[in-house]
């Protein structure tokens, strides 16, 4: 099992800027990539950024440069630096540990993250 604790989302003003953080504890060694996906009331959830154990990230075509993700690996967490926020990026964040081959996936509880316009 996987235990995912996030942290940090909360109410900005567009154009702002907020930080993510997810810690994860339990089998660490069945993850993979870890990353960030999105989901907005009515909408599919999306996946807003992954980075994999050895610091190769990808992004959602929305994100356009305006979020970075890193990754510490020695303290099992992830993080998400998200600047120049939208209304548009209003949703609920959830942090993913992505299972190794042969081990499943786990999530996080979700964060919200509401921007003002």
């Known amino acids: 099992q996987v235990q995912l604790v996030e942290s940090g989302g909360g109410v900005v003003q567009a154009g702002g800027s907020l930080r993510l953080s997810c810690a994860a504890s339990?089998?660490?060694?069945?993850?993979?990539?870890m990353g960030w996906y999105r989901q907005a009331p009515g909408k599919q959830r999306d996946v807003v950024a992954l980075i994999d154990s050895e610091g190769t990230t990808s992004y959602g075509d929305f994100v356009k440069g305006r979020f970075t993700i890193s990754r510490d690996n020695p303290k099992n967490t992830v993080s998400l630096q998200m600047n120049s926020l939208k209304p548009e990026d209003t949703a609920v964040y959830y942090c993913a540990a992505l299972g190794r081959v042969g081990f499943k996936d786990y999530w996080g509880q979700g964060t919200q993250v509401t921007v003002s316009s």
């Open positions: 339990g089998s660490i060694f069945s993850i993979g990539a």
